[in-house]
């Protein structure tokens, strides 16, 4: 089976793991700090804070900037649970805002109506999580301008989209947000195996999430309650966790980072053979914006409704993975799931995000995709569409 996406590991990656595993450092060496600093530098933001996972990261970036019980955070329906989960681990409360049919990316017209309405009822979101679909940027000044005039604040969930660009600055640089995050799954742009990294331009917010990934302790002297100079000395100033990312991952990142450029171009160039050699199907394919460079992701298909396929979206993924192609779909609307289902979301409340459900199709891209595999996922679509 050909996936929808996979890691690109090479021996320079395996070599630079086994390092860190014969050093006197697994954890909290010298790996993580460098690894923050690189990516921190590659996106042009100030600081870097790298964790456990992408969702540890949105954890944390809402407790940064204050999310709390009654709160509301507003995201896409169209991504990964985690952009949503991450509010009610704040114990706070999410509400979606339906997407643009055309990016699949969130509408800002739908964002506009909605923050109209809110005002009213005095309901406005603390947090907005605008996610970067597929690896192209949501735009960005728009959502910023929102922000000013009705006082959110804005966490990018960049997980899909390190290595793009915004009207040519690196996704990251959080020129329109306060926070941007990123993931390191192994099916994302660049992996740690398992890990997450938060940049932002904002010392107060940085020291806050580096307190915040470790338990909420320093051995930092102007942090701390007490004075005591004894070498062992720290002290717990507030409420987090464990969410570390050991020096193993971080050297896996750091390795991976001097290839991300060369991923990105490659998944490029697939995306354009996709571009061209589809174009003549019965498929939506992606649009991708003037002033946006896509890191690329994923690259997902909509059977075009006027095109009579019968069986409809789920016939064509059954027989594309009889034919070996394993393809998948992204994502299933989070308002969806049966869990939030049970906190009143309604089936049929984000039209836009569940047409486009119904319809789409991940096909597999990733930098290690030969032409040949790339020419049966071609040819199994024409077989089946033509
Ligand atoms: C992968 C992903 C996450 C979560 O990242 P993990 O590293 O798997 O925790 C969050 N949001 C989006 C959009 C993702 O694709």
Known sequence: MIPYGQQCIDAEDIAAVVEVLGSDWITQGSCVPQFEE?????????????????????????????????????????????????????????????????TYNISIAALKEKLAVAELHGTLPKIVIPVHFAGQSCEMEEIYSLAKSYGFKIIEDASHAIGGKYKDKPIGCCKYSDITVFSFHPVKIITTGEGGLC?????????????????????????????????????????????????????????????????????????AVYDNELANLPLILPLQKQDMCSAWHLYVIQLDSNYNYSGGRDKLLSRLRDLGIGVNVHYIPVHTQPYFQRLGFQVGQYKNAEDYYKRAITIPLYPKLTAAQQGEVISSLKMELC
Request: hydrophobic residues 40%; proline residues 3%; charged residues 15%.
């Open 199 to 271: 940049v932002t331009n904002d010392a107060e917010y940085a020291e806050n999430l580096k307190l915040l990934r470790s338990h909420g302790i320093t051995r930092n002297a102007t942090q701390m309650v007490n004075v005591d100079a004894s070498p062992h000395y720290y002290e717990q100033i507030s409420l987090g966790y464990n969410y570390r990312l050991s020096d193993i991952h971080a050297a896996l990142g750091l390795s991976q980072l001097s290839k991300l450029d060369m991923f990105v171009e490659k998944r490029h160039h697939l995306a």
């Open 38 to 102: 690189f990516v921190a530098s590659y996106v042009a933001a100030t600081y870097g804070v790298a964790v456990n996972s992408g969702t540890s990261a949105l954890h944390i970036s809402c407790l940064a900037l204050g999310l709390e019980p009654g709160d509301w955070l507003w995201t896409s329906p169209i991504t990964f649970v985690a952009s949503a989960n991450c509010a009610l681990y704040c114990g706070a409360k999410v509400d979606f805002v339906d997407i643009d049919p055309q």
